[in-house]
């Protein structure tokens, strides 16, 4: 494994999926997170749960980048967005689950749907890019001497 | 395709009723001490349908992914892909630890059913889904 160009993936699949859950859930989405106000801790509350959002963002980044750079050999923008999609259809389901036993709207459902899609998909296409193991086989061609 | 179907199956009946007994028997007095972040009870039941299709979306997307990557691996692939699946859940877990008042008893008990809910399910796929052998040269 190319444990560089993991990491910069790593990074860059961090860095993106905190933007995008920042710009996505947590404007995008506030108002209709407001109708169901009782479901969410207060500011305050929220902002001395902070840390724990950062890592659990971490801890996605580093095993979607894991996941992509062992068993998509190749690499690829296109390979590793469709692995993602296959990813974020697990959380479509956890989330099928959630709406059913937290009195959350339909609103808020397809909007989590909808975002864990985009936002495995880019993630993906982004580690697919930047993750491209060396290929196995060298050819090394002598220059002629003149 | 008939190993396919078969895995899919599978993994499908084991996370429902891995789900009912976890969830819902053993961990039942530990959901109901944060009853306020949940549907009542007769409401939960008239959305069971969406429970059932969300099992079967994560048991077909499991499935589909072992079958993308991980085929061939045998039993050990299923449990490692289990396992990183797991992992990645736990980092949403976290997420939504951080943004909705759960105890941090409730959730770090799920994460554990997840595990064995992901393990074992990577057992079942791993030992079911062979792929064609003249496509799996790798």
Redesign the interface.
Known sequence: MDWKKFFIAFVAAFGFIFLF?FIWYGKLMHGAHQEVP????TEA??GN??S??V??????AF??T??CAR??PGGGPGACA??AI??A?????????T?????LTTKILCGWIVGDLIQFTIAGAIIGAIYKPAPAHTTFVKERSP | MKRFILAFIAAFIFIFLWGWLYNGVLLKDVFAEAQSLFRPREEMMGLFHWIVIGQAGLALAFVMIYASGFAGGGIAAGVRLGIMLEILAIGARCAIYATQPFPAKLLVLISIGGFIEMIVTGVIVGAIYKPNQSLSSS
């Open positions: 859950g009782t479901l969410w801790r509350d929220f749960h902070f724990t959002l890592f659990g963002h971490i801890v996605m095993f979607l894991l996941v068993f998509v469709t692995l296959l990813v259809l697990i959380y479509a389901g956890a989330d099928l689950i709406f059913a036993v937290q009195p």
